[in-house]
C-alpha cells in the first residue's frame, strides 16, 4: 500500500510558500510513489506557480499530488501517515485532534524557512512536544551536513547540461515565450521586490558597451522598471530599448519553464526562498534580493548564506560579489558594485557552477524528508 502524505500550505504573501510546497509535493509523489495531498489557502496562487490547474476545483490532480482546496469551512478526513505543515502554518484544529485518535500514530513535520544560519543545525530534527502526545519535529532545510538539504529532483543537474549545452533547445524556448536577443547579448532575468535603487542598474547597463537583455517577469519590481523606463505603463510582452539594454516583460510561467529561463541567462537576480535556490541550481552567477524581515534580521540570513557561498573565492572577488548583494538589498551602490564584478567575472561564473556541483552532492530535501519517516518509524 502507498504511504500518504499531507502537506498544507497557507499562503502568507508571493509564491514562495506555494512555490515550495509544490515543487515538495510532486517530488515525492514522482520520486518516492507516494500518496501526496497538497492542501493549499489559496488557489489562485497555486495556479500561477501551475498555470494547468483550475482555480475553481476543491479538488484536482495534477501531476500526480492531489490538489486540495484548505477552505476555512474544513471537512474532517483522515489523517495522512505523515503531515507537514509549511512554515508553521496552523493546521485544522479538527485535523490535530483527529491526528491524536489515529493509529499507527503519525508523523508530524514542521517544515521551516531555509536558512544558512549556524544555527540551524543544531534544531534541525529536534521534537516539538505537543499536548495531545502526537509527535511532532522541526525539519529545517540547509546547506550543510546536519541540515535537512534543499529541494533538487534527481537528474535535476544533468538535465540542466544537457539543456544548456543545446542551444538549438534554448533557442527554442526562448522564442517560444517572444524572447529574440541580438547574437551576443548578455542574458538577464529580474525576479525580485521593489528596489528604488534599481534607476542606477539600470541606467549602468544602457550606458554600457555590451548588449544586454533583461527578462523581467510580471511582478513586484515591475513599478521601478517602468518608473526608470519613463512609460505609463508596463505590461506582458513589453520589449523596450534603451542604449545597450533591452528589457521584455515576461509571463509568469510553469515552475519548469521558470527553471529553463534561468537555466538560458547568464546572470538570475532572484528572490525569496525557491527561487533563489533553483537560480543556484541553474549553475550561473546570481543576485539574491532577499524577502525583508522585521528588524532587520534578514541581514544576518544574507551574510550567512554569503558566508557560505564565498568560500573558495579570490577575496577580490568576495568582496565584489558581496558588496553587489549588499548594495542590491541595501537600494544603493549598485552601479558601482556591479562594476567592480564585472572585473571578476570568469571566476564568480566558474565558482556558481561548482557552488551547485557541490551542494547536488548532498542528499535533497525531499529524500531527507522520507528518510527522517524511516527513521521514526
Ligand atoms: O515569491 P517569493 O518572494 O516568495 C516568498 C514568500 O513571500 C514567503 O512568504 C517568504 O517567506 C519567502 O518568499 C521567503 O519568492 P520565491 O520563494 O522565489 O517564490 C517564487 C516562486 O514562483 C518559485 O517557486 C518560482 C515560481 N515562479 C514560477 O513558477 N514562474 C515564474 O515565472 C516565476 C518568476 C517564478
Known sequence: MRVTWDIFCSVVDNYGDIGVTWRLARQLAAEHGLDVRLWVDDLAAFVRVCPSADVQLAEQLQQGVSVRHWSADWQPVTP???????????????YVAALASTAPPVLWLNLEYLSAEDWVAGCHGLPSPQGNGVQKFFFFPGFVEGTGGVLRETNLLARRDSFQQDPTAQQAFLHGLGVHPAPG???????????TGLDEWLQMLADGSQACHLLVPEGRVLADVQR??????????????????TVQI???????DYDRLLWCCDFNAVRGEDSFVRAQWAGRPLLWHIYAQAEGAHWDKLEA????YLQGLSP??????????????????????????????????????????????????????????????
Open 80 to 94: 495522512a501517515a505523515v503531515v507537514i505543515e509549511a512554515f508553521a502554518c496552523t493546521l485544522p484544529p479538527a
Open 185 to 195: 547579448a548578455r542574458l538577464i532575468s529580474l525576479f525580485a521586490y521593489e528596489n
Open 228 to 245: 526608470w523606463l519613463g512609460l505609463s505603463s508596463l505590461r506582458v510582452g513589453a520589449i523596450d530599448v534603451r542604449g545597450a539594454l
Open 250 to 256: 515576461l509571463p509568469f510561467v510553469s515552475q519548469d
Open 305 to 308: 548564506f554569503l558566508g557560505l
Open 316 to 377: 577580490l572577488a568576495q568582496a565584489a560579489l558581496s558588496d553587489f548583494w549588499r548594495a542590491w538589498n541595501a537600494g544603493q551602490g549598485m552601479a558601482a558594485s556591479w562594476q567592480a564584478l564585472q572585473l571578476h567575472w570568469p571566476e564568480v561564473a566558474e565558482h556558481a557552477e561548482r557552488w551547485a556541483a557541490q551542494q547536488a552532492a548532498r542528499h535533497d530535501l525531499a529524500a531527507g524528508l522520507v528518510q527522517f519517516y524511516l527513521n521514526w518509524l
